[in-house]
């Protein structure tokens, strides 16, 4: 079965760190593009972030770039986003996503980030 | 950043009726490849959201024909020709042409 299945979220303080994670499966990970788009509770979707199939092209959305990284172990088939200097404003729902914008768009189930004292 | 306008923001719609939602982006969002990087996803209640039309008109594997996506350059619209209960959700536009992806405000469909 071709999924993506995230894990990682956690209640986090601010300031603290995070590092999510995304499991591909039922499909070649390293042949495509891979995103990250999170809502918060009760909103819409927001891109957070890409990353090209060999892990060289990294794109941010202004509201993370420079506290979150994108990266990727296509040994492992896996996709991560490592979350540092969290604020209240990073709470949401984290999906990790497979070639938003083209026909093989595949969502994963999400994952939830907390930000509170 | 490209932004992505949706309207009407709610809809109900009786079932077997059609419905019509439209999106517009603040630039042309056509491709030099020809394509236009505009997508319609569909986020049911308590699911992920799931594509439905890519390149502004294509129909993903598997999306019912009942689904139909137009338009072109800034303007775009999806329509449904006869709603039933299972379309219930948000409907989301999206452009992929260039970052930050942006998305619209959501369509949160309805039944009456």
């Known amino acids: 079965e071709v999924q993506l299945v995230e894990s990682g979220g956690d209640l986090v303080q601010p300031g603290g760190s995070l590092r999510l994670s995304c499991a591909a499966s039922?499909?070649?990970?390293?042949?495509?593009?891979m995103h990250w788009v999170r809502q918060a509770p009760g909103k819409g979707l927001v891109w957070v972030s890409r990353l090209n199939e060999d892990g060289t092209i990294t794109s941010y959305a202004d509201s993370v770039k420079g506290r979150f990284t994108i990266s990727r172990d296509n040994a492992k088939n896996t996709l991560y986003l490592q979350m540092n200097s969290l604020r209240a404003e990073d709470t949401a729902v984290y999906y990790c996503?497979?070639?938003?914008?083209?026909?093989?768009?595949?969502w994963g189930q999400g994952t939830l980030v907390t930000v509170s004292s | 950043d490209i932004v992505m306008t949706q309207s009407p923001l709610s809809l109900p719609v009786t079932p077997g009726e059609p419905a019509s939602i439209s999106c517009r982006a603040t630039q042309s969002l056509l491709h030099s490849n020809g394509h236009h990087f505009f997508d319609w996803y569909l986020q049911k209640p308590g699911q992920s959201p799931q594509l439905l039309i890519y390149?502004?008109?294509n129909r993903a594997p598997g999306v019912p024909d009942r689904f139909s996506g137009s338009g072109s350059g800034t303007d775009f619209t999806l329509k449904i020709s006869r709603v039933e209960a299972e379309d219930v959700g948000v409907y989301y536009c999206m452009q992929a042409l260039q970052t930050p992806y942006t998305f619209g405000q959501g369509t949160k469909l309805e039944i009456k």
């Open positions: 390149w502004g008109s």
């Open positions: 996503a497979r070639d938003i914008g083209g026909v093989g768009s595949l």
């Open positions: 039922g499909y070649s990970f390293n042949n495509y593009w």
